[in-house]
């Protein structure tokens, strides 16, 4: 008959589990899907110290924009997939291609991706020069 200390029970028991614990710490975390945007245009506005900025954004499957703001107006216009918008002081709203939206100046917004496929929208922005177009939420 074999006999097998409570020690030696324990001990093989705390080895697994520190096992464990290292890969699951090794293991990298899921990456949410990545935000793409593409600066088409640039224009000085008819405004002085203003410029236009005419952006291709791509929202992968599963994917969000975290929450933002802009320092000037942002006209949307969707042309895949749908949008689901969340703005400061509005309800979730959802977009589907040839919708639009607006978004003020400095307000806390984000678009995700709820859907399978992505969702692209161009965005028109109106904004001082030399101020980022997007900056986090605090």
Sequence with gaps: MIKI?????ATVFM???FCSLGLLLATPAAQ??????????KQD????GYEEDLVAVEIPAGGREG???HPGSVIIYVQEGTL???CE???????????????EPDKIHEGRNLGNAPVKVLATFLVRKGVPL?????
């Design 5 to 9: 200390s409570i020690k030696a029970v």
């Design 15 to 17: 080895v697994v589990v």
């Design 32 to 41: 949410q899907p990545s935000v793409t945007r593409k600066i088409l245009l």
């Design 45 to 48: 506005a008819p405004v002085s």
């Design 67 to 69: 929450r933002h703001t």
């Design 84 to 86: 689901t918008f969340d």
């Design 89 to 103: 002081g509005k309800p979730t709203a959802t977009y589907k291609p040839g919708d639009t939206l607006y978004v």
């Design 134 to 138: 997007t900056s986090p939420a605090q």
